[in-house]
Structures are given as structure tokens and as C-alpha cells.
């Protein structure tokens, strides 16, 4: 996704919070998202934000927008080796509703 | 809970070969995404689907064509398949683009083109 960007690997220690970033450039996208995709599995949605918020909290999942600097990132706590996957940050692109997706961050949970 | 079906799982077809893949979507949802994901790639909008008429086109190649049904399922036709339509394809439903409802994704149909 050129137009959604992610860095591509984050190692993290299992029980410490994990921080994936996401920077995306469509200043008019009205819904950010968040999926997790586990190896050889489909798209999990994991949660969503709509623009005019600023954080979300689902149980261990923070979601914080910067709309200024179209920064969006997700914050998991106490992770765990099940949160071993890849997770995809997506922007709805526009009103008819396909998502555009950055290339996907490899979380690695170590014990 | 329902969620989105895609058939069949895993495909394996050769050069120049056509192939069908079906999707059936959560119930009441009348939006219809599909979606490529090649090897070690983010997903690929192709098209989607509103109400059973065509709504948004992306990168989808001339080969392959789709369709949405009265039922609101939507079958995705790949004609004429190369080594590089190999990949997994999704299929998304939702309820009211306009409302922004959230796209809940198929486990996906795994294509390998020999």
C-alpha cells in the first residue's frame, strides 16, 4: 500500500506492550482499521477508529489518531505469543467503502 | 456468530485455465469486496459490489470479471489464469458503505496456478 505505511518487523517481549505505527496520506479517510492476519489465516478485524476520535480502547487494544500528522497506531498490552501475527493498518479510501492497506507489520512474540 | 464464506479454500489450476470462486456473505450485509493478496503482499481492492450492481473497480485484470446475485452472494470469474494470479483472494461484507460499516473478511481462497 503506497499510500498507507507501516514498519515491516517489531520483536517484543512476551507480558511487555507492543506499539505498531501506521502513517497514511488520504486526509479526507473517515475510518482507520486495524486487522491482525495470522500465517496462512484470513483478516482478522481487530478494531476501528473513526476520524473525528482521537483513542479508542478495546480491552488490551489502544487505537490513538494524530489526524494532523495522519499518524494512527495500536498499542497491545501484555502481549501474548498468540498476538504473534501480522497486523495490516487500512484506511477506507473513499465513499464507496474499499480499504487501502499498508504492507503489514511482522509482530514477533518472544517468551 | 455468521460470518463471511468463501469457496472453495484452496484451488490449484493450470496455465491458462479458468477458475470460479464463490462467496457468500454475512446475512443482511449487502456489500460485496474482493480483494488479492499476493505472496508476502498487502491486499489489492479488485471490485465491489452494492445492491448486486457493480459500485468501485480497482486493479482487477481484463481476465476476470464478477458478478453480485439476487441473494447477494458474489462469484468471482478469473479466465486465461497466469503463474502470477497465484495468491490468496478475499472476499469482504458489509452492511451500509454509506454508514461506514466495517468490512468483516472471508478466511480467504488459496489460488495456485501451475
Known amino acids: 500500500g503506497e ?12 507480558g511487555d506492550s507492543s506499539v505498531i505505527n501506521c502513517t497514511y496520506t488520504d486526509s479526507s479517510s473517515t475510518y482507520l482499521y486495524w486487522y491482525k492476519q495470522e500465517p496462512g489465516a484470513g483478516l482478522q478485524l481487530l478494531t476501528y477508529i473513526f476520524s473525528n476520535m482521537d483513542m479508542k480502547q478495546d480491552q488490551r487494544l489502544t487505537v490513538l489518531l494524530n489526524k494532523k500528522d495522519k499518524h494512527l497506531s495500536l498499542r497491545i498490552a501484555d502481549t501474548q505469543t498468540g498476538d504473534s501475527a501480522i497486523y495490516f493498518c487500512a484506511e477506507r479510501a ?8 499498508g504492507a503489514g507489520t511482522q509482530v514477533v512474540v518472544t517468551p | 456468530a455468521a460470518g463471511v464464506i ?9 496455465k491458462r485455465e479458468t477458475a470460479t470462486l464463490k462467496c457468500y456473505p454475512i446475512p443482511r450485509h449487502d456489500t460485496v469486496y474482493w480483494y488479492q493478496q499476493g505472496p508476502g503482499q498487502d491486499p489489492q481492492f479488485l471490485i ?16 476476470f470479471s464478477a458478478q453480485q446475485f439476487s ?9 486465461s489464469l497466469e503463474l502470477g494470479d497465484s495468491a490468496l483472494y478475499f472476499c469482504a461484507s458489509s452492511s451500509n458503505r454509506l454508514a461506514g460499516e466495517t468490512q468483516y473478511f472471508g478466511p480467504g481462497t488459496r489460488l495456485l496456478v501451475l
Not at chain 2, 468463501?6 to 489450476?13: A, E, F, G, N, Y
Not at chain 2, 465491489?48 to 481484463?62: H, L, R, T, V, W
Not at chain 2, 441473494?71 to 479466465?79: A, G, R, T, V
Open chain 1, 3 to 14: 499510500d498507507v505505511e507501516q514498519s515491516l518487523f517489531l520483536s517484543v517481549r512476551e
Open chain 1, 94 to 101: 473513499d465513499s464507496w467503502g474499499k480499504l487501502q492497506f
Open chain 2, 48 to 63: 465491489s459490489f452494492y445492491e448486486k450492481m457493480q459500485s468501485d473497480k480497482g486493479s482487477i485484470p481484463d481476465r
Open chain 2, 6 to 14: 468463501q469457496s472453495p479454500r484452496h484451488l490449484i489450476k493450470e
Open chain 2, 71 to 79: 441473494d447477494y452472494h458474489s462469484e468471482l470469474n478469473m479466465s
